[in-house]
């Protein structure tokens, strides 16, 4: 028989509730290290393995998808899978994979050369979107009001190109954060450290260059709405957009009544995760016409505290369970069988 689950321990990562749900259920599993030499060997003869990766961390950027997606195309079952993970924190792949299955997503414009993107700017209505591929909390993600603002964006994506953070918006972010009570002092301080340092994580990706991202901008949203389809099953958070502003990720106001969310959003994301055969998908939207529009998605949220506050989940068929709900415990089953 085989032995049950390697799981990557990285405290504060999903790793920890696998790890109580594990000893809770008396799931045999065996604490791992991705990051060593003979990872594979270490979990030969395992059933599955779990490891939560993430976008800011080195060593995960560097080997987390080509470990995973080896193990995976040798036969193991693995968290999060191939088909869950090859566009996480890449919303240019995104693009084109929703535009396959046909989701109904916001338009999106990317190009590979300056000339396309310049003439499309010249006729195109603002205003716009613009992304980074990577980055999370809206951290990369500005309003382009004008053909002119685009055109600075459009040489600046084919010049010296963006670093992965902007170092003054994310103090602007933190400062904001902490005038609300949203952030502590130490939150503050960190961000004028990191005007001067980068995040290893920064100089590992580079810089962001070679083509550039433009969304239709969906306006009179002031919030968005989240929802997380797992094993089956949703859950879903209200983000309401910061003062001034027209985004709402990474803003910390969250809503989290059944009476934010409408069944049509609910459904569209169970759809969706359906098509894209995804072990977890998380989806943002925001609402267009009366429609809800897929804005971007990802495998992972933010551990616990961002999930905390959902009061009960949908099944498929959208009966909703009030309670307690166990979502890490639902990615350990789909792993485990
Ligand atoms: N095309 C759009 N039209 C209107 N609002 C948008 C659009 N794209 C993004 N937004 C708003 O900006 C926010 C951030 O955008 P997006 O989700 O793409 O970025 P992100 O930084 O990857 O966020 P996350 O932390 O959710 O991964 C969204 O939460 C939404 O409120
Ligand atoms: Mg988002």
């Known amino acids: 028989m085989k032995k049950k689950l390697a799981i990557h321990h990285r405290p504060g990562s999903f790793s920890d509730q696998w790890i109580d749900y594990c000893e809770q259920q008396d799931i045999s599993y065996k604490i791992v290290n991705c990051y060593e030499n003979d990872i594979i060997d270490q979990v030969k003869g395992y059933r599955g ?170 306006p009179g949203n002031n919030y968005d709405i989240r929802v997380i389809v797992i094993d089956d099953k949703a859950f879903a958070i209200k983000r309401m957009v910061r003062e001034n502003d027209f985004r709402a990720s990474g803003s910390g106001m969250l809503h989290y009544g059944k009476e934010n969310f409408d069944n049509k959003i609910i459904n569209v994301a169970f759809e969706t995760s359906k098509k894209l055969q995804t072990q977890s998908f998380a989806v943002d939207f925001v609402i267009h016409n009366g429609k809800p529009l897929v804005v971007e998605m990802s495998y992972g949220f933010p551990n616990k505290n961002f999930i905390e506050g959902c009061i009960g989940y949908w099944d498929e068929d959208l009966n909703f369970y009030e309670g307690d709900f166990n979502p890490y415990g639902w990615m350990v089953n789909q792993v485990i069988g």
């Open 49 to 218: 393995l779990m490891w939560h990766i993430s976008h800011i961390l080195p060593q995960d950027i560097l080997i987390g998808k080509q470990v995973m997606f080896a193990l995976e195309q040798a036969g193991m079952q693995t968290f999060p899978n191939f088909k869950t993970m090859w566009h996480f924190d890449d919303k240019v792949g995104q693009k084109y994979l929703l535009e396959a299955i046909d989701a109904p997503f916001i338009d999106t414009y990317v190009f590979f050369n300056k000339k396309d993107a310049l003439e499309w700017a010249n006729k195109t209505e603002f205003p716009k979107v613009f992304k980074l591929r990577g980055g999370s909390g809206s951290g990369n993600v500005k309003l382009v009001r004008s053909n002119k603002d685009a055109r600075k964006l459009i040489r600046k994506a084919f010049g010296k190109g963006f670093k992965q953070r902007d170092a003054y918006s994310d103090i602007r972010e933190r400062i904001r954060k902490y005038r609300k009570g949203l952030g502590d002092l130490k939150l503050l301080t960190g961000g004028f450290y990191r005007l001067f340092k980068n995040h290893d994580y920064e100089d590992v990706k580079g810089i962001e260059k070679g083509y550039v991202y433009f969304q239709d901008f969906i």
